[in-house]
């Protein structure tokens, strides 16, 4: 696999990428560089949500206004050579606003005076196809790399942060191991399944030797829309509250999410693909197993592996609803209360229609269900929604019995 070389970097064009996976895309990012390309990852934040308001219709949902407020602040920077730079914008596609986010961002980029630039995309649904980058069998080893590398360092991070006896010790590992791992990324080194498995033992055991406290926190299940679940922007920073209220937050996987997908959206076509998705299906399963024995290895918490949670949740959630996060959302909050996290904190958009009817469908059903395994609480972000009764929400789940 090709390496990476960063010097070369002013010859290419800047592609600018809005945060959403706040532990995985340090590492992603690598599977976009190319010969045309350098990737940013946008990092800015102050007043994003005033400029997507200004160029977005205040109905599109939370993160179609936060990611438009990033890019739209990126080109207002002054930071970038604007015939220089391109806009990478990724959607699942499916029968929600996310699939009108290229043309909502190329309405807001209009409206900023920024028309003339491209905006790429990334999806399966063959959303304007004659815009979607077109993704090589290097770009796609890359990310499918970083996804379990960002999934464990993610669930392994959360697990000892709160409990460690020395401050700054959690970060210092996640560090040590995310500089390590992008040095594999760029160099295209060290991919392969033998290799990754063989990663996930290492890092467990490094995480490992971190001293912990013996009382152990509460652990708070955080489940919901994929970008208020995985984005400190989306989720007004509520794995960070957590912490400060002596909490363990958990954050459950993106390999979730790409097993979902395939399983709901590939899996149930007819295709002359469809047997080969089915085999990839299997092979990525048995790679999050292997990384969930290592993290349960050591005595770390995360929930059991895709394949084994759909079936144990089964009795508790409708699988019928598959847009979206769909009954995905349902299965994570079932196995979190059936894995002893007795709170459950799931966000959503208040925008967002999916959430709105699956989501919120789902979440009495199954307190119901598992009638004492637990609490379920959830609460709609939006621009006009107060913090403070968003606090105020996350804050009684804490405290209740």
């Given at each position: 696999m090709y390496k990476i070389d960063e010097s070369k970097d002013r010859e290419k064009y800047i592609l600018l990428i809005p945060a959403m996976l706040d532990y995985h895309f340090p590492l992603m990012k690598y599977a976009f560089y190319s010969k045309n390309y350098h990737p940013v990852i946008i990092d800015l934040e102050d007043n994003v949500e005033n400029i997507?308001?200004?160029?977005v219709n205040n109905d599109m949902c939370y993160p179609a206004i936060m990611n438009v407020g990033q890019i739209i602040a990126a080109l207002q920077s002054g930071k970038y050579d604007l015939k220089r730079t391109r806009v990478l914008m990724a959607t699942a596609g499916d029968a929600c606003r996310?699939?009108?986010y290229i043309g909502t961002l190329k309405r807001g980029l209009k409206k900023a005076g920024f028309e003339d630039v491209p905006v790429l995309n990334i999806n399966v649904q063959g959303i304007a196809k004659e815009e979607t980058m077109k993704v090589d069998i290097g770009m796609a080893?890359?990310?499918l790399v970083s996804v379990y590398y960002g999934d464990i360092l993610m669930i392994?991070?959360?697990?000892?942060l709160p409990n460690a006896k020395n401050a700054g010790e959690a970060r210092v590992k996640y560090d040590y191991w995310m500089d390590i791992l992008a040095t594999d990324l760029k160099e295209g080194r060290h991919l392969s399944v033998r290799w990754m498995k063989k990663r996930f033992k290492q890092i467990s055991d490094d995480f490992a030797t971190i001293e912990q406290n013996p009382d152990k926190k509460q652990i708070v299940g955080i489940a919901g829309e994929i970008y208020m679940k995985y984005c400190h922007l989306g989720n007004w920073d509520l794995e960070k509250y957590l912490q400060d209220n002596n909490c363990q937050a958990h954050t459950n996987g993106v390999t979730w999410y790409m097993l979902y997908y395939m399983d709901t959206h590939l899996l149930n076509k007819k295709s002359i693909i469809t047997p080969f998705c089915r085999i990839a299906q299997r092979i990525l399963a048995n790679i999050q197993k292997k990384m969930i024995d290592e993290i349960r290895r050591n005595?770390?918490?995360?929930?059991?592996?895709?394949?084994?949670?759909?079936e144990k949740v089964r009795p508790y959630i409708s699988m019928n609803y598959a847009m979206g996060d769909g009954w995905l959302v349902g299965m994570e909050c079932a196995g979190y209360l059936l894995s002893d996290c007795r709170k459950v904190m799931s966000v959503q958009s208040f925008c967002c229609m999916v959430m709105q009817t699956c989501g919120k469908g789902?979440?009495?059903v199954i307190e119901r269900r598992l009638s004492g395994k637990g609490h379920i609480a959830n609460a709609d972000i939006d621009t006009s929604g107060s913090r403070m009764n968003y606090y105020n929400r996350v804050h009684l789940l804490i405290h209740q019995n």
């Open positions: 997507g308001l200004k160029y996310g699939s009108n080893i890359r990310a392994l991070y959360n697990n000892v005595g770390f918490f995360t929930l059991d592996d895709f394949m084994t949670l759909k789902m979440y009495s």
